[in-house]
């Protein structure tokens, strides 16, 4: 089974073709850095209006690259929230038009979601259920349990910032241009992540709550500081990661404590963190517990993804191409 997957929930313009929930024939995604790079952040109205002039080449782009076209597409999956509403949109109304057009099934796809089954491509194999999920993104940060491909509840969740948000300011203080986290992963490289000490949030006890605004706070007063003024950039950037990925570890090492899981699933765009990825693989080798991380092009927002979790959720996602609409604030839970 092929599905076309369409993701436009943010500011990636993003299709892809994957046969069966896992082998990606094609994943294209126009970046869209260029045009809010001098705002310092994404700004929703340029989103919205650089998703309508890409969109429609980016399904074709897609096809070409598979060698295929619609007659070989089977169903379409696409993003129906949670995300900006005007960039959900376009990509919802293309989708709806394609599959009414080509009268083949539609799947709306929580975004959230999509991210989970990024750990489930290109790969021989899968992450066995029940898993840990760790979603670490620009606008979420959240643990899962995961029973099956549609029984999924969050456990914990951050109480202000998320992990990527985080970086992506933490990197700004820093004079990093935006999207700041991959920069900061890169300076971090050269940095002691042990020059300084930023405050880790700890819950109560057995509660799985996160939360990233104090520890950014905390870095900004650093900065503006006698000693902060000429500190190694280096040395804060890594000293700031290492406190993120510490409340992350020690989040996912309470959940283990209390959840009978297989395996730990880390995703969304941070988890493209190189410090993450050594810290999430010594764990599990020292655990002997698997751990799936994406690759990182399927770490960050992309449609391959969307067509994974469509495959595995089409059950209860299907949706009829004349009323299905974006909602920009889709709950986590599915409604069976
Ligand atoms: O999942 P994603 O592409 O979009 C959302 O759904 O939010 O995540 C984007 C976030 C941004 O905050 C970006 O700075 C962060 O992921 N990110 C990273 C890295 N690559 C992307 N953060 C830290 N290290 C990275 N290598
Ligand atoms: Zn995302």
Same mark, same amino acid.
């Given at each position: 089974?092929?599905?076309?997957?369409?993701?436009?929930?943010?500011?990636?313009?993003?299709?892809?073709?994957?046969?069966?929930?896992?082998?990606?024939?094609?994943?294209?995604?126009?970046? &869209?850095?260029?045009?809010?790079?001098?705002?310092?952040?994404?700004?929703?109205?340029?989103?919205?209006? &650089?998703?309508?002039?890409?969109?429609?080449?980016?399904?074709?782009?897609?096809?070409? !690259?598979?060698?295929?076209?619609?007659?070989?597409?089977?169903?379409?999956?696409?993003?129906?929230?949670?995300?900006?509403?005007?960039?959900?949109?376009?990509?919802?109304?293309?989708?709806?038009?394609?599959?009414?057009?080509?009268?083949?099934?539609?799947?709306?796809?929580?975004?959230?979601?999509?991210?989970?089954?990024?750990?489930?491509?290109?790969?021989?194999?899968?992450?066995?259920?029940?898993?840990?999920?760790?979603?670490?993104?620009?606008?979420?940060?959240?643990?899962?349990?995961?029973?099956?491909?549609?029984?999924?509840?969050?456990?914990?969740?951050?109480?202000?910032?998320?992990?990527?948000?985080?970086?992506?300011?933490?990197? !700004?203080?820093?004079?990093?241009?935006?999207?700041?986290?991959?920069?900061?992963?890169?300076?971090?490289?050269?940095?002691?992540?042990?020059?300084?000490?930023?405050?880790?949030?700890?819950?109560?006890?057995?509660?799985?709550?996160?939360?990233?605004?104090?520890?950014?706070?905390?870095?900004?007063?650093?900065?503006?500081?006698?000693?902060?003024?000429?500190?190694? /950039?280096?040395?804060?950037?890594?000293?700031? &990661?290492?406190?993120?990925?510490?409340?992350?570890?020690?989040?996912?090492?309470?959940?283990?404590?209390?959840?009978?899981? /297989?395996?730990?699933?880390?995703?969304?765009?941070?988890?493209?963190?190189?410090?993450? &990825?050594?810290?999430?693989?010594?764990?599990?080798?020292?655990?002997?517990?698997?751990?799936?991380?994406?690759?990182?092009?399927?770490?960050?927002?992309?449609?391959?993804?969307?067509?994974?979790?469509?495959?595995?959720?089409?059950?209860?996602?299907?949706?009829?191409?004349?009323?299905?609409?974006?909602?920009?604030?889709?709950?986590?839970?599915?409604?069976?």
């Amino acid at each position: 089974m092929i599905i076309l997957g369409i993701e436009t929930s943010c500011d990636d313009t993003a299709t892809a073709l994957v046969r069966d929930g896992r082998d990606v024939l094609a994943s294209v995604s126009t970046n &869209q850095d260029a045009f809010h790079e001098k705002y310092g952040g994404i700004v929703p109205e340029i989103a919205s209006r &650089q998703h309508v002039a890409l969109l429609s080449a980016a399904v074709d782009d897609a096809l070409g !690259r598979a060698g295929m076209t619609f007659a070989d597409v089977d169903a379409i999956g696409v993003t129906r929230g949670p995300g900006l509403i005007g960039s959900l949109v376009v990509g919802v109304a293309s989708a709806k038009a394609l599959a009414f057009a080509l009268n083949k099934p539609l799947y709306a796809v929580n975004h959230l979601h999509g991210h989970i089954f990024a750990a489930f491509l290109d790969r021989e194999e899968e992450p066995p259920y029940p898993f840990l999920a760790l979603l670490v993104s620009g606008g979420h940060s959240q643990l899962v349990d995961v029973r099956s491909a549609t029984q999924m509840h969050v456990i914990g969740r951050t109480r202000d910032d998320a992990a990527g948000e985080a970086y992506d300011k933490t990197a !700004r203080l820093l004079g990093l241009s935006y999207p700041g986290g991959p920069q900061l992963d890169a300076l971090a490289k050269s940095g002691n992540p042990k020059a300084f000490t930023f405050p880790r949030y700890r819950s109560d006890a057995g509660a799985l709550d996160l939360s990233f605004s104090g520890l950014k706070t905390s870095v900004r007063y650093f900065l503006e500081s006698e000693a902060g003024k000429d500190a190694n /950039r280096a040395d804060v950037a890594a000293s700031f &990661q290492a406190a993120v990925i510490d409340v992350l570890m020690a989040r996912v090492n309470s959940a283990f404590a209390s959840g009978n899981y /297989r395996a730990l699933v880390v995703s969304g765009g941070v988890a493209a963190n190189s410090e993450l &990825q050594a810290r999430v693989r010594a764990w599990s080798e020292r655990r002997r517990v698997p751990a799936f991380i994406p690759p990182p092009k399927y770490c960050t927002d992309n449609a391959a993804m969307i067509a994974a979790a469509a495959f595995r959720q089409r059950a209860i996602v299907r949706v009829d191409p004349l009323t299905l609409s974006a909602d920009p604030n889709l709950p986590f839970d599915l409604a069976a």
